[in-house]
């Protein structure tokens, strides 16, 4: 895993293209510790952090082949059998890394290769020959790529904060992203939450020239070869699906250092780390988040399974002041406003991995959304079922069945209140913002937080616009639920399990993940398959559960889903009013200096806990103090940028193609 940065344009010269692309690439470090290099010509400069995994003795970026240069964040896992193919083409390689095979496919099959790569990577060729930049990304965005055009360049970036290191250049928040990452956790398309910042889509490439956009296409979509498995019985789907699944924990065990797993405590991680055990013959590691707030804390099902696989486990407890402390350094790295404090214990967790010497840990993301693990599948499912009779009186009370993890849910006077709110829905479930509907509905409420300056409002039907506008062609063809599975994996997934709670936080301690689940054959199979085998009524991810119910302690097998969760409020205010850090960022004068938020609200929001915090926190209320905590902190370090120097002694590659 690595960090890329480039600079395609005229505008420089020789002397200070260096120095623009060394700290771009000097903000990167924590992405690669291991090395560092470069490439610069009269047109483009690329540079390259390196975290070696494969190949570590000629694994250095930038490489190069003939006309082509490469700098390459990722993995490739089926490298090896891409390789031998490439060499019975009569391709000859001279380093034993995926990233050669990256390039040489790309030399022999043109854009055609991305879609044979199984594998998590953002890439940028330089063509010297035809003077074309193309770029990539893969299936599913797991790893990042920005692109920034300012004073007649064109830059681009594993990460955001490399743009700071631009002379003249500073990021800007542009509100009307800004709101819509709160309505749906993320942005849409290409879209990021600063002016002039834009990604490059996952399962896309493009291709540049003359500081120019070319073209910008897909290789992949979600369901994009969709076909119905209605011949499978149940015992195929669960041996043909584990059977796929096996293969991708085989593959990215492919490692020339130590593997580990993370373990939650819940059936993804769980399995995954079952499979691990399976294929590693000696004994490994595993990591886990623990909590002293017993609400959040899962300890007791970890330790289960690590008796069942008898693996080397470490585990870090977390504490409101741990949230409240790493808060700040936390959002420098994910570098964007976030709802939840989840990332942070994930933070912490991925230093203890960096202290035990593991480079690279497997995860279960994935599984919520290809198995449908989330309520919002239950949600919609039980809306488009009450939807056909909305007057029965008991079609409704399955709401009390949509969240067994919450004992208060069951009690009449929850379930009126919930009824009430789940009436609201009944005509628009099918609107195509399917269950993101509840999410709108609740983040909505941050509109009143906005400075008026800004001039953010809520326009429901262009939300809903805008999304279709971005939908795949076949996306009509799905069902509700397959409609849903696409947009939590467009939202959710995409703009921050995979981004500030994945990428960012295991990255900033040098930490490759890995996701199984997330193999694309896991993933495309998993969504032809029929709907009763992912959701049975409401048990979810019902064909996991059945699939490894001999393989996994009961007690996992057995527990209702449960989020994973982090104290929000609590560590951010506590018995004696807000912390330190939430008085400084959420000051009146920065507020007012910063001109995102009204200065009146954000005020009132904090007044009501002046006397304490309730025992039972609303959603709502995390939320709010997340994202405004978040959000000016993100300010902050955009208006205070981090310099940092390269070592020279770990300077692997320097290629100067300027002709003297």
């Known amino acids: 895993m690595c960090g890329i940065t480039g600079v395609f344009g005229f505008e420089l010269n020789r002397q200070n293209r260096k120095s623009v692309i060394k700290k771009m690439t000097s903000t990167l470090q924590h992405r690669g510790p291991d090395g560092w290099g470069y490439y610069v010509s009269p047109d483009i400069a690329l540079g390259q952090t390196r975290l070696s995994i494969v190949d570590l003795k000629t694994g250095d970026q930038p490489l190069t082949s003939g006309d082509l240069v490469i700098v390459y964040n990722g993995e490739?896992?089926?490298?090896?059998?891409?390789?031998?193919?490439?060499?019975?083409?009569?391709?000859?390689?001279?380093?034993?890394?995926?990233?050669?095979?990256?390039?040489?496919?790309?030399?022999?099959?043109?854009?055609?290769?991305?879609?044979?790569?199984?594998?998590?990577?953002?890439?940028?060729?330089?063509?010297?020959?035809?003077?074309?930049?193309?770029?990539?990304?893969?299936?599913?965005?797991?790893?990042?790529?920005?692109?920034?055009?300012?004073?007649?360049?064109?830059?681009?970036?594993?990460?955001?904060?490399?743009?700071?290191?631009?002379?003249?250049?500073?990021?800007?928040?542009?509100?009307?992203?800004?709101f819509?990452?709160?309505?749906?956790?993320?942005?849409?398309?290409?879209?990021?939450?600063?002016?002039?910042?834009r990604t490059i889509p996952g399962g896309h490439f493009a291709v540049y020239k003359d500081t120019k956009l070319i073209t910008e296409k897909s290789y992949y979509q979600l369901g994009q070869n969709f076909r119905e498995y209605s011949e499978n019985t149940f015992q195929q789907a669960v041996e043909e699906f584990t059977g796929l699944l096996d293969d991708s924990v085989k593959l990215r065990l492919r490692s020339d250092v130590p593997v580990g797993a993370y373990l939650s405590g819940g059936i993804d991680s769980s399995v995954i780390v079952n499979q691990v055990?399976?294929?590693?013959?000696?004994?490994?590691?595993?990591?886990?988040?623990?909590?002293?707030?017993?609400?959040?804390?899962?300890?007791?099902?970890?330790?289960?399974?690590?008796?069942?696989?008898?693996?080397?486990?470490?585990?870090?407890?977390?504490?409101?002041?741990?949230?409240?402390?790493?808060?700040?350094?936390?959002?420098y790295h994910?570098?964007?406003?976030?709802?939840?404090?989840?990332?942070?214990?994930?933070?912490?967790?991925?230093?203890?991995?960096?202290?035990?010497?593991?480079?690279?840990?497997?995860?279960?993301?994935?599984?919520?959304?290809?198995?449908?693990?989330?309520?919002?599948?239950?949600?919609?499912?039980?809306?488009?079922?009450?939807?056909?009779?909305?007057?029965?009186?008991?079609?409704?009370?399955?709401i009390k069945k949509l969240y067994p993890h919450?004992?208060?849910?069951?009690?009449?006077?929850?379930?009126?209140m919930m009824r009430m709110f789940y009436e609201e829905f009944l005509g628009d479930y099918n609107n195509n913002l399917g269950s993101l509907n509840i999410r709108v509905h609740n983040n909505k409420i941050l509109e009143n937080y906005f400075?008026?300056?800004?001039?953010?409002?809520?326009?429901?039907?262009l939300l809903i616009d805008e999304m279709q506008s971005t939908f795949p062609e076949n996306f009509n063809r799905w069902s509700l639920l397959q409609k849903n599975q696409y947009l939590e994996?467009?939202?959710?997934?995409?703009?921050?399990?995979?981004?500030?709670?994945?990428?960012?936080?295991?990255?900033?301690?040098?930490?490759?993940?890995r996701y199984p689940f997330l193999d694309h054959r896991v993933v495309e199979y998993a969504f032809a398959l029929k709907e009763n085998y992912k959701l049975k009524g409401f048990s979810q991810k019902h064909l996991l559960r059945k699939a490894y119910e001999n393989n996994l302690p009961p007690s996992i097998i057995n527990r209702p889903k449960r989020p994973y969760m982090s104290p929000d409020l609590k560590s951010?205010?506590?018995?004696?009013?807000?912390?330190?850090?939430?008085?400084?960022?959420?000051?009146?004068?920065?507020?007012?200096?910063?001109?995102?938020?009204?200065?009146?609200?954000?005020?009132?929001?904090?007044?009501?806990?002046?006397?304490?915090?309730?025992?039972?926190?609303?959603?709502?209320?995390?939320?709010?103090?997340?994202?405004?905590?978040?959000?000016?902190?993100?300010?902050?370090?955009?208006?205070?940028?981090?310099?940092?120097?390269?070592?020279?002694?770990?300077?692997?590659?320097?290629?100067?193609?300027?002709?003297?």
């Open 451 to 461: 400075n008026r300056d800004n001039r953010v409002r809520f326009d429901k039907q």
């Open 406 to 416: 919450l004992n208060h849910f069951k009690d009449e006077t929850q379930y009126g």
């Open 76 to 178: 490739i896992f089926n490298y090896i059998e891409l390789r031998a193919e490439l060499q019975s083409k009569g391709i000859h390689f001279i380093t034993t890394s995926d990233t050669e095979v990256v390039l040489k496919a790309f030399e022999v099959y043109g854009f055609d290769c991305f879609a044979k790569f199984n594998g998590q990577f953002a890439v940028l060729i330089w063509n010297k020959k035809s003077k074309e930049l193309v770029i990539a990304r893969d299936r599913y965005g797991i790893r990042p790529l920005f692109i920034l055009e300012t004073n007649g360049s064109i830059y681009f970036s594993s990460e955001m904060k490399a743009f700071d290191q631009i002379p003249g250049y500073k990021r800007n928040f542009n509100p009307k992203h800004l």
């Open 489 to 513: 994996m467009k939202t959710l997934l995409d703009g921050y399990l995979l981004s500030s709670q994945g990428d960012r936080m295991s990255l900033a301690h040098s930490i490759e993940g």
């Open 277 to 331: 055990k399976n294929y590693t013959s000696k004994r490994f590691k595993t990591f886990s988040v623990t909590f002293s707030d017993q609400e959040y804390d899962e300890s007791s099902y970890q330790q289960d399974m690590v008796k069942q696989i008898n693996s080397d486990h470490c585990a870090v407890n977390i504490t409101y002041d741990d949230v409240n402390e790493t808060f700040p350094e936390a959002v």
């Open 572 to 660: 951010f205010m506590n018995g004696k009013g807000p912390t330190e850090n939430t008085k400084f960022f959420l000051s009146d004068s920065l507020v007012k200096d910063y001109q995102i938020f009204n200065p009146k609200w954000v005020t009132r929001f904090l007044k009501k806990f002046e006397n304490g915090i309730p025992e039972r926190l609303g959603y709502r209320d995390n939320m709010i103090i997340t994202f405004m905590l978040s959000t000016q902190i993100s300010e902050y370090w955009t208006r205070n940028p981090r310099t940092l120097n390269l070592p020279e002694t770990l300077l692997s590659v320097e290629i100067d193609d300027y002709k003297n």
């Open 334 to 398: 994910f570098e964007r406003p976030v709802f939840r404090t989840a990332p942070i214990p994930l933070f912490l967790l991925s230093q203890k991995v960096q202290e035990s010497d593991i480079k690279v840990v497997l995860t279960g993301e994935g599984a919520d959304e290809i198995l449908w693990g989330y309520d919002s599948f239950k949600e919609v499912k039980l809306l488009e079922f009450w939807s056909k009779d909305p007057s029965s009186a008991y079609r409704p009370l399955l």
């Open 180 to 197: 819509e990452h709160n309505l749906l956790w993320n942005t849409f398309a290409d879209h990021t939450v600063y002016n002039d910042i």
